[in-house]
């Protein structure tokens, strides 16, 4: 199984891009490639895909495991594949499950889970922030039952996203088209000059203009 990014001229009209793939036996007992349906982000179609392994796969796995040592073997699987940025940035949301690292995957429950909830909700952090920690415990969880066969279903399916009413929404500075005219006449290099146009004409954030390559553009 995997997950797949469909080219672009496969996109559906509502931005869904991303389908998993499992390999199974025809009626001749021959193996094939079958997709699902197109899902707008790589999470939810990470998601589906583990809801799927979890209606066909029979779980085992060494449930005596703590969860550090899964978290580290999910870090240390991942050093190869992603950016030292990013890197950083699974170690920093790391440190937010110190509570439960010695704690045995059989023995994750919802009152570990509320617990984790309730100690991040007084966490002087962005909501945004206590999310990202719990995608990232997300991620963990879904590595370990795909890679493990591990069931983790029960604590998996505990976890709310945050939501703060009160929260006020940061005020965003946005360039009108004569100002960024007015900016871009100051730039003499060309590539950042084609680089803060393709920020601008086409919305990308920092890290995905960072991230395009050549096969991208069309």
């Not at 790589?42 to 005596?64: P, T, W």
């Not at 890197?87 to 023995?107: I, P, S």
Request: proline share 1%; net charge positive; charged share 35%.
């Amino acid at each position: 199984m995997g997950i797949y990014k469909l080219p672009k001229n496969q996109w559906t009209k509502d931005g869904r891009k991303y389908k998993y793939y499992w390999n199974e036996k025809d009626k001749n007992g021959k193996w094939k490639k079958s997709f699902s349906k197109a899902y707008k982000t790589k999470l939810d179609a990470m998601n589906a895909e583990r809801e799927f392994l979890n209606s066909k796969v029979e779980f085992g796995g060494d449930m005596d495991m703590t969860f550090g040592t899964l978290t580290d073997q999910y870090i240390e699987s991942q050093k190869n594949k992603v950016r030292r940025r990013t890197m950083e940035t699974y170690l920093k949301r790391r440190r937010y499950f110190t509570d439960f690292e010695n704690v045995k995957l059989k023995d994750m429950d919802g009152n570990l889970y509320h617990k984790f909830q309730q100690d991040l909700w007084n966490k002087p952090i962005k909501c945004s922030t206590r999310n990202d920690v719990q995608k990232f415990l997300k991620i963990i969880l879904n590595w370990g039952m795909k890679m493990y066969d591990i069931n983790l279903m029960k604590f998996y399916k505990k976890i709310e996203f945050f939501k703060d009413p009160n929260e006020m929404k940061k005020e965003k500075d946005v360039y009108t088209f004569e100002e960024f005219q007015k900016y871009i006449t100051g730039t003499t290099n060309l590539n950042d000059k084609a680089m803060f146009e393709m920020l601008y004409y086409c919305g990308l954030r920092r890290g995905e203009c960072r991230g395009l390559q050549w096969s991208d553009i069309d």
